[in-house]
């Protein structure tokens, strides 16, 4: 007599393959390393893109701002109120202009109507005021606001 084998399923092992597997896990696991790396990586290196684009436009705005006014010198060296409050006027608005030097001589002095010798550089400054989300303690240690200088020699 031959004897016949069912297929007899060991539930046991089974178990076992399935615990092994664990390919589950990862689907559990991966919105919370998402979350994580969204709030450890990504938002303070936007941060740090937020502020570089912010310095990037400020100085972007002072050397055109120089670059428009470095061809035309005033031309009344006496009284350059005028031709200061007219290139003031092309300045960028986002990006104000603010303690506006015009040096006239070899001496370092500001041109006034005592001091008419050739136009020999100028200088000027602006602030860029950043708003950071997650890097504040980082980038605004002591303050927020940071000034940006800038001077250049007439041709």
């Known amino acids: 007599m031959s004897t016949v084998r ?4 060991n539930f046991r092992s089974r178990k076992d393959f399935f615990l092994a597997d664990q390919r589950g896990a990862v689907a559990l696991e991966m919105p919370v390393v998402t979350i994580i790396l969204i709030f450890s990586l990504l938002l303070p290196l936007a941060d740090v893109a937020i502020a570089g684009f912010q ?3 400020a100085w972007g705005a002072l050397r055109g701002f120089g670059q428009s006014i470095q061809y035309s010198p005033p031309t009344d060296l ?3 109120s005028s031709w200061t ?4 006027a092309k300045a960028d ?13 070899d001496g ?4 006034s109507s005592a001091n008419t010798a050739s136009p020999k550089y100028y200088s000027y400054q602006t602030t860029v ?7 504040k303690a980082v980038l ?3 303050s927020c606001t940071f000034t940006l200088s800038y001077s250049e020699r007439f041709q």
């Open 108 to 111: 370092s002095a500001l041109c």
């Open 140 to 142: 605004c240690n002591p």
């Open 78 to 80: 006496a009284d350059t």
């Open 85 to 88: 409050s007219s290139a003031l």
């Open 55 to 57: 310095f990037i436009s």
């Open 6 to 9: 069912a297929c007899r399923v």
């Open 129 to 135: 005021t950043l708003a950071p989300l997650l890097l």
């Open 93 to 105: 608005s986002k990006h104000p202009i603010s303690n506006f030097k015009l040096v006239c001589g």
